[in-house]
């Protein structure tokens, strides 16, 4: 066994402990029943741990992470999720985070070719190609932070435009999604003022107005 498994067990041991003296009952309410007030879609990057982030306790956070915080339409893995957080958990808040410095968007504006990871970083490129316009006469650091940006707001769009979402919203569910990016530098979430709470709220929004 690995130095760092070893670690990870002796510090899940006392964890564990701890958690026990200071909460008798935490881990039995806990296995009883989920009840998390968001469902996070975030990056994969090692750096940007929900938990950590926002401070909320265990068990509040249904988390759903991949390279650049991709919510795509296709993908069964993230309908899945979303629709179990939805419908079954009925979270009332989505999530979506990106963040600076992201090596999933910095790959987008690099480089294309043929492996999986860059066929999943196609997504990200359609959206360059949406803002080529606002994007091109910018420094490459630039476009990598506004590309970031560009890519949350995008990600909203494609969860709202979610049957899964909009039924939601249809049979009045209290549900609303927010849009985020977590700044590696400083460790600060900015809101990036794109949040929607029904269908007719989303409806009245579209991608072309931020950041034009």
Known sequence: MS??????????????????????????RLAKKQKPELLWFGCSDSRVGPDQLTGLPHGSIFVHRNIGNIFATNDLNSLAVL???????????????????????????????????????????FIYNRH??????????????????????????????????REAWKRGQTLAVHGVIYDIHDGLLKPLGIEFRSFDDWKEDRLSSHFS
């Open 132 to 165: 080529a316009d606002k994007l091109e006469h910018l420094s490459k650091d630039e476009q990598w932070k506004r590309l970031t940006e560009y890519n949350v707001i995008a990600q909203v769009h494609n969860i709202c435009r979610s049957t899964i979402v």
């Open 83 to 125: 629709e179990y957080a939805v419908d079954e958990l009925k979270v009332p808040n989505i999530v979506v985070c990106g963040h600076y410095g992201c090596g999933g968007v910095h790959a987008a504006l690099e480089h294309s070719g043929i492996q999986p990871v860059d066929l999943w970083l196609d997504q990200i490129r």
């Open 3 to 28: 130095t760092t498994i070893r670690e990870i067990l002796k510090f899940n041991q006392e964890w564990s402990a701890q958690i026990q003296r200071e909460q008798p009952d935490f881990f039995e």
